[in-house]
């Protein structure tokens, strides 16, 4: 290949309140808040393709990752999509937890809803990894990972 793709930078979430957000990274996962910053104008339609895209976004991280917090401001024509993990185009962000149930209690008292149950896989190199999916009113999907003891 003539070029070279060094590591994900970030992953970002549009998100429909940036400050009920940056509290639930924050306060409920424990995500070190980083910077935040408004942009506008020729530069993010350029980036985006959305003409009279305006937004408010936050940095937060966390282990070597790094979650961008997007709340557009404009344009007004904006959308909520909540597809399920099946849907084509549908992307989680998952996190390895070390207690799956206390972070599920946790995710609820914010909003976030279980849709399925915490399943243990049977088998394989991660026998006995507990998973589950959490999603919010927004559409934002976190599936949870708790590894098994060595």
Partial sequence: MPYTVRSVSHTGVTVSDLEEALGFWTEVLGFEFVAS??????????????????????????????????????????????PRPSDVGSVHIALEVDDIEAVV???????WVMPGRIEALAGGPLDGAKLVYLFNGDGTALELVQLPVA
């Fill in 37 to 82: 910053d408004e942009v506008g104008g020729v530069f993010l339609e350029g980036t985006t393709g959305v003409a009279g895209a305006n937004l408010r976004a936050a940095l937060v991280t966390k282990g070597g990752s790094t979650i961008e917090l997007l709340q557009y401001t404009a344009p007004d024509d904006r959308t909520t999509m909540r």
């Fill in 105 to 111: 209690e946790a995710c609820a008292g914010r909003g």
